[in-house]
Antibody, heavy 119, light 110 residues
Framework: EVQLVESGGGLVQPGRSLRLSCAASEFTFDDYAMHWVRQAPGKGLEWVSGISWDSSRIAYADSVRGRFTISRDSAKNSLYLQMNSLRVDDTAFYYC????????????WGQGTLVTVSS | QSALTQPASVSGSPGQSITISCTGTNSDVGGYNYVSWYQQHPGRAPKLIIYDVDDRPSGVSQRFSGSRSGNTASLTISGLQAEDEADYYCNSYTSAITRVFGTGTRVTVL
C-alpha cells in the first residue's frame, strides 16, 4: 500500500530536542518532494518545511527557521525533522506529506504524530 | 507568511451549493497556479480535493470545483451531502518558495 508513516512524537520539555521520522512505502521516494505540516490541537493547518527530491531546495516557515532542520535519506526511503529549542507553541500533530515537485499539491498524507511540549 | 483568509464557517442544506473563499495576495494566490484545497474530517488526515486552482484528482467527486479571481480562490461544493461536513483548507505556493495555508472553514450541513 502506498503510504507515509510518521514516528518519533512524544512529550518533551521546553528547550529540548526531538527528531521526527517519516517512512515512505510502495512508491519511488526519489520522485517526490516532501513536506512537514503541523496542526495544533483544535487549530488549523500550518506548513512547516519542505525539501526537494534531491535536497537541493529546502524551505522553512518563519516560525521554525533556525530551530528545525528537514532532511531525507533515499537509501531508507525516509524523511526527517530535527526539532531543537522546542517551545510550548510547537505542540501539534505533525504530518508528513509528499508533492510531485516542491511547488505542487500535497497528494499523500501520513496519519500524523503528536508532539507535546510541556514542563 | 500570513495565513490566507477564509470564512470561519459556511453552512447549507442538503442539495444546495456553497462556496468557500480563500483570499491572499499577488505573492501567493494571485501569483501562481499552485492553489490547492484539502478536506479534513475530525480525527483524520487532510485529503486533497482540488489542485492547480481548478483541477480535480481522480476519485474526487465532481461536486467539488475550484476557481480563482485575482487574489481570491474559491471552492464550490454543489449538491451538498451530509458526508461533506468537514473542515476545508486552501493552500498556495508563495514567492518566498514557501507554502501557506488558509485559516480553515468549517462546513456544516443543516
Amino acid at each position: 500500500e502506498v503510504q507515509l508513516v510518521e514516528s518519533g512524537g512524544g512529550l518533551v520539555q521546553p528547550g529540548r530536542s526531538l527528531r521526527l521520522s517519516c517512512a515512505a512505502s510502495e512508491f519511488t521516494f526519489d520522485d517526490y518532494a516532501m513536506h512537514w505540516v503541523r496542526q495544533a490541537p483544535g487549530k488549523g493547518l500550518e506548513w512547516v518545511s519542505g525539501i526537494s527530491w534531491d535536497s537541493s531546495r529546502i524551505a522553512y516557515a518563519d516560525s521554525v527557521r533556525g530551530r528545525f532542520t528537514i532532511s531525507r535519506d533515499s537509501a531508507k526511503n525516509s524523511l526527517y525533522l530535527q526539532m531543537n529549542s522546542l517551545r510550548v507553541d510547537d505542540t501539534a500533530f505533525y504530518y508528513c506529506t509528499r508533492a510531485r515537485f516542491l511547488e505542487f499539491e500535497f497528494d499523500l498524507w501520513g496519519q500524523g504524530t503528536l508532539v507535546t511540549v510541556s514542563s | 507568511q500570513s495565513a490566507l483568509t477564509q470564512p470561519a464557517s459556511v453552512s447549507g442544506s442538503p442539495g444546495q451549493s456553497i462556496t468557500i473563499s480563500c483570499t491572499g495576495t499577488n505573492s501567493d494566490v494571485g501569483g501562481y497556479n499552485y492553489v490547492s484545497w484539502y478536506q479534513q474530517h475530525p480525527g483524520r488526515a487532510p485529503k486533497l480535493i482540488i489542485y492547480d486552482v481548478d483541477d480535480r484528482p481522480s476519485g474526487v467527486s465532481q461536486r467539488f470545483s475550484g476557481s480563482r479571481s485575482g487574489n481570491t480562490a474559491s471552492l464550490t461544493i454543489s449538491g451538498l451531502q451530509a458526508e461533506d461536513e468537514a473542515d476545508y483548507y486552501c493552500n498556495s505556493y508563495t514567492s518566498a518558495i514557501t507554502r501557506v495555508f488558509g485559516t480553515g472553514t468549517r462546513v456544516t450541513v443543516l
